[in-house]
C-alpha cells in the first residue's frame, strides 16, 4: 500500500537517534509527502540534541509554501539560527535566501 499517516496524526515515517530523540519525521497522504491539516512540516529532520536541522512544507507531493507565506523549506545551523530558506510553487525554486554562519562555525 501506499504510506499515508494514520488517523491519530503520527507520521508515516520516522526514525530516531539511538537516545530516542526523533532523528527524522515524514507526513504523508495517499503515498505523497503531504503537510498534516494542522499546518505540521511534511518533512522535519532533527540534530541529535533535538534542534531542528531542516523543515519542508509540501503539498501533494510538491515543496508548497504554505498560504501563510512560510518558506516551504528551512535549514538551520546547529544553533538553530538559519542556514537557508527557499520559496516554493508547485515543486519550482521560486526564491531562495543563504545565511552565514554564527560565529565560530564552519
Same mark, same amino acid.
Given at each position: 500500500g501506499?504510506?499515508?499517516?494514520p488517523?491519530?496524526g503520527?507520521?508515516?515515517?520516522?526514525?530516531?537517534?539511538?537516545?530516542?530523540?526523533?532523528?527524522?519525521?515524514? *507526513?504523508?497522504a495517499n /503515498?505523497?509527502r !503531504?503537510?498534516?491539516?494542522d #499546518? +505540521? &512540516? $511534511?518533512?522535519?529532520?532533527? @540534530?541529535? =540534541? %533535538?534542534t531542528p536541522?531542516?523543515?519542508a *512544507?509540501y503539498?501533494? /507531493?510538491?515543496? !508548497?509554501?504554505?498560504?501563510? #507565506? +512560510? &518558506? $516551504?523549506?528551512q535549514?538551520? @545551523?546547529? =544553533? %538553530?539560527?538559519p542556514k537557508w530558506?527557499?520559496h516554493?510553487?508547485? /515543486?519550482?525554486l521560486?526564491?531562495?535566501?543563504?545565511?552565514? &554562519?554564527?560565529?565560530?562555525e564552519?
Open positions: 501506499e504510506l499515508h499517516d488517523a491519530d503520527t507520521p508515516a515515517r520516522q526514525d530516531f537517534y539511538p537516545d530516542g530523540t526523533p532523528e527524522w519525521i515524514l *507526513h504523508y /503515498g505523497k !503531504h503537510d498534516p491539516d #499546518g +505540521t &512540516p $511534511a518533512l522535519q529532520t532533527f @540534530y541529535p =540534541d %533535538g536541522k531542516q523543515i *512544507h503539498a501533494n /507531493g510538491w515543496r !508548497h509554501d504554505p498560504d501563510d #507565506g +512560510t &518558506p $516551504a523549506v535549514e538551520f @545551523y546547529s =544553533d %538553530g539560527t530558506i527557499g516554493w510553487t508547485n /515543486g519550482k521560486v526564491g531562495e535566501e543563504s545565511f552565514p &554562519p554564527p560565529t565560530g564552519a
